[in-house]
């Protein structure tokens, strides 16, 4: 399983957050790779499995960590 991040995502897949930003570049500096799952304001039940009520979220398949 890999990595799937949960990024911001705006009207036409526009990826805006510079936090979720942040996460991808520091993922492709550690040659880490990702799969990165649009999310939306709206969509608050996508992210209830982690608790976190904000993105970016990680999972960590390899790891089974959230």
Known sequence: ???QVYDLCGAN???FSPYCWRTRMALA???LDAEFLAWH???QEKLKFSGSRT???LVDGDKGDQ
């Open 1 to 3: 399983m890999t990595r």
């Open 13 to 15: 897949d526009v990826r």
């Open 29 to 31: 500096h550690k040659q």
């Open 41 to 43: 304001f709206t969509e």
């Open 55 to 57: 993105v970016p979220v």
